[in-house]
C-alpha cells in the first residue's frame, strides 16, 4: 500500500509540474479548457493554421452574412463601451478604422497592445477601437494598470452575435484584426499578433 501511495504520488507530482510548464510555455494563467482552441500564435503550427483559414471561405452562421475583404461594413453595427453607452461605427465613417478583437487571457493579444497603443498616437487620422471577447470586470482589470489611448468595446454584450465572426473570424483564434477604409469598406484582415510592420502597411506613415 505505501508503494503504491508513493507512486501514486510521484505521478500527480509529474502531472503538476507537466500543467505548470505548459502554462508557462502558452502564457496564460489557468485558461479554460473550451478557449484553449482559440490559442494559436503560441504553438508551432501557428503559420500552418493562418494559411489553412487564409485559404479557406468563412463558415457561416445561419442568418449572419459573414463580412469578407471589400465587403461594406453596416454603420450600425455597434457594442457597448465599458461604461456600457452604445457605440456604433457610423460616427467615424470618412476615417480609417483598424478594429482589434481580443481578450484579456490572451497572451498575444496582450502582446500587441503596446504597438497598438503607439499606433494610436502616432495615427490619429485613423481610430483604433478594440473589441474584447472577455467579461467586464476582468478588462477593466486589465486596463487599470495597462490603459490604452483608444476605445474598448465590449464584445460579448451580444449573446447571439460573435462580432469576431461576423468580421471574418470564422475559427473564434485571437487576435484578429479588421481595417475598414474610410468608405466603410474592409480594406484587410489579419489573423495573429500585429507588429510594426503590418502596422505601417496597414496605417502608413505617421502623422502629426
Same mark, same amino acid.
Given at each position: 500500500?505505501?508503494?503504491?501511495?508513493?507512486?501514486?504520488?510521484?505521478?500527480?507530482?509529474?502531472?503538476?509540474?507537466?500543467?505548470?510548464?505548459?502554462?508557462?510555455?502558452?502564457?496564460?494563467?489557468?485558461?479554460?479548457?473550451?478557449?484553449?482552441?482559440?490559442?494559436?500564435?503560441?504553438?508551432?503550427?501557428?503559420?500552418?493554421?493562418?494559411?489553412?483559414?487564409?485559404?479557406?471561405?468563412?463558415?457561416?452562421?445561419?442568418?449572419?452574412?459573414?463580412?469578407?475583404?471589400?465587403?461594406?461594413?453596416?454603420?450600425?453595427?455597434?457594442?457597448?463601451?465599458?461604461?456600457?453607452?452604445?457605440?456604433?461605427?457610423?460616427?467615424?465613417?470618412?476615417?480609417?478604422?483598424?478594429?482589434?478583437?481580443?481578450?484579456?487571457?490572451?497572451?498575444?493579444?496582450?502582446?500587441?497592445?503596446?504597438? @497598438?497603443?503607439?499606433?494610436?498616437?502616432?495615427? /490619429? %487620422?485613423? *481610430? &483604433?477601437?478594440?473589441?474584447? $471577447?472577455?467579461?467586464? !470586470? =476582468?478588462?477593466?482589470?486589465?486596463?487599470?494598470?495597462?490603459?490604452?489611448?483608444?476605445?474598448?468595446?465590449?464584445?460579448?454584450?451580444?449573446?447571439?452575435?460573435?462580432?469576431?465572426?461576423?468580421?471574418?473570424?470564422?475559427?473564434?483564434? @485571437?487576435?484578429?484584426?479588421?481595417?475598414?477604409? /474610410? %468608405?466603410? *469598406? &474592409?480594406?484587410?484582415?489579419? $489573423?495573429?499578433?500585429? !507588429? =510594426?510592420?503590418?502596422?505601417?502597411?496597414?496605417?502608413?506613415?505617421?502623422?502629426?
Amino acid at each position: 500500500m505505501g508503494r503504491q501511495l508513493l507512486t501514486w504520488f510521484a505521478a500527480a507530482l509529474l502531472g503538476g509540474v507537466l500543467m505548470l510548464a505548459l502554462g508557462s510555455y502558452f502564457g496564460v494563467a489557468g485558461l479554460p479548457p473550451g478557449l484553449m482552441a482559440r490559442w494559436h500564435d503560441a504553438t508551432p503550427d501557428a503559420a500552418d493554421i493562418r494559411a489553412r483559414l487564409r485559404s479557406a471561405p468563412p463558415r457561416k452562421r445561419p442568418g449572419v452574412h459573414v463580412l469578407q475583404v471589400g465587403d461594406t461594413v453596416p454603420e450600425d453595427f455597434g457594442l457597448p463601451d465599458l461604461a456600457s453607452h452604445p457605440q456604433t461605427l457610423a460616427q467615424y465613417r470618412g476615417r480609417r478604422v483598424l478594429i482589434n478583437f481580443w481578450a484579456t487571457w490572451c497572451g498575444p493579444c496582450r502582446e500587441e497592445m503596446p504597438a @497598438l497603443a503607439e499606433a494610436q498616437r502616432r495615427h /490619429p %487620422d485613423t *481610430r &483604433i477601437i478594440g473589441i474584447a $471577447l472577455d467579461q467586464p !470586470d =476582468a478588462i477593466r482589470a486589465w486596463l487599470e494598470h495597462t490603459p490604452v489611448p483608444y476605445p474598448i468595446w465590449q464584445g460579448l454584450a451580444d449573446r447571439h452575435l460573435d462580432p469576431a465572426v461576423l468580421f471574418g473570424d470564422a475559427q473564434g483564434l @485571437l487576435p484578429y484584426s479588421v481595417l475598414v477604409a /474610410p %468608405d466603410g *469598406r &474592409i480594406a484587410d484582415t489579419h $489573423l495573429g499578433k500585429l !507588429d =510594426a510592420g503590418r502596422l505601417q502597411a496597414w496605417l502608413g506613415q505617421e502623422t502629426h
